[in-house]
């Protein structure tokens, strides 16, 4: 079993529409996780952290449960630009010295 | 952007060679972290330098062995590359944690590795 999975999708989704994206994570110790964002052929940047219960940024909602060991990320009214593989990442040592990525959810959105 | 910068952009090498790839930290983070990333795959962790110093290694043999800078620059070496060691390379810099409670990593934009 993989330490962190996603659904690779591609979710494909018209403009405006709300998306939601679940990442589950094995080893329970995580203590902190993070949602970054991947264009084609780019690094990955950095979209939120989420140290405790959720975290929300404008369109973006992430939300923790650690009874399932699960992240959700919640994307509102989505644009064109959104389009992106988001990648789910858990912290294990809590100390930030081995972040462990999932293989990433593709998103498309169209007019 | 975020400040890391890596070179070079591209790379292609031979099975058997050697490759040294570079990265410069942002400023003020003292942390740097290799990641290998496969086509269609996430970033997998190769080892992180703190302090010129390793601070923990994921599951890469050890012909990937890197050095740490005063300047907290960092290198990644790799020895008798394979065909399987093609992938992107991200270096990735972070605060102290210890100091900083924070572990947020930025990322480099990456070495893209090609072994033929």
């Known amino acids: 079993r993989k330490e962190v999975e996603q659904d690779p999708g591609p979710f494909n989704v018209p403009e405006g529409a709300t998306v939601a994206f679940n990442c589950t994570y094995s080893?329970?110790?995580?203590?902190?996780f993070f949602w970054y964002r991947q264009d084609c052929r780019k690094e990955p940047k950095l979209l939120m952290s989420v140290y405790s219960s959720g975290n929300e940024d404008g369109r973006f909602t992430a939300q923790l449960n650690r009874a399932s060991q699960y992240i959700s990320l919640l994307i509102r009214d989505s644009k064109l630009s959104d389009s992106a593989t988001y990648l789910c990442v858990a912290d294990p040592t809590g100390g930030g010295n081995k972040l462990t990525f999932g293989t990433g959810t593709q998103l498309k959105v169209e007019l | 952007e975020t400040g890391v910068t890596q070179s070079p952009t591209h790379l292609i090498k031979t099975r058997g060679q050697q490759v040294t790839l570079r990265c410069s930290s942002q400023s003020g983070h003292n942390t740097v972290s290799w990641y290998q990333q496969a086509l269609g795959q996430g970033p997998q962790f190769i080892f992180q330098?703190?302090?010129?110093?390793?601070?923990g290694r994921g599951n890469f043999p050890p012909r990937f062995s890197g050095l740490q800078f005063p300047n907290y620059s960092s290198e990644l070496n790799v020895n008798a590359l394979e065909l399987d060691d093609s992938a992107l390379y991200l270096c990735?810099?972070?605060?102290?944690?210890?100091?900083?409670?924070?572990?947020?990593?930025?990322f480099g934009p990456g070495t893209r590795l090609t072994v033929t």
């Open positions: 080893n329970s110790a995580s203590q902190s």
């Open positions: 330098y703190y302090r010129e110093e390793e601070n």
């Open positions: 990735a810099s972070s605060l102290d944690f210890s100091v900083s409670g924070e572990n947020e990593q930025y």
